[in-house]
């Protein structure tokens, strides 16, 4: 399967439509499913809108748990790479990052300097 990377600073404005969860490997044992190297693999549903156009939502897959995202929140994504994908009539892209973290870092609490 051939990977496409992605240019993200063509794809306007990124926000959080859906919380990280767990994938499933499985859905009926409900097995999480893990990469090589044995972390969890996530999934954030991804809304992308660029100026003037209507947003799509697009579910991208991260090792390991992304920190800091919640519903709403702008995001980055490093790494980002699209996968077309066929399953006999079936077929789509699936889309992976790297690292997926919040444009605004969150501010660490109680760790103030004095």
């Known amino acids: 399967m051939q990977s496409i990377p992605v240019d993200t600073s ?61 519903e709403g929140a702008e995001l980055r994504l490093a790494g980002l790479v699209a996968f077309p994908w066929q399953m006999g009539d079936r077929h789509g892209i699936s889309f992976r990052a790297d690292a997926i973290t919040p444009a605004t870092p969150t501010p660490v609490k109680g760790g103030g300097a004095g």
Do not use: F, H
Request: glycine content about 10%.
């Open 10 to 70: 063509r794809l306007g404005v990124l926000r959080c439509a859906v919380a990280p969860e767990a994938k499933l490997s499985n859905y009926d044992t409900k097995e999480i499913k893990k990469d090589r190297d044995g972390n969890t693999i996530y999934t954030v549903g991804v809304m992308v809108r660029q100026d003037g156009r209507r947003a799509s939502v697009i579910e991208v897959a991260v090792p390991g748990e992304p920190k800091g995202i919640t």
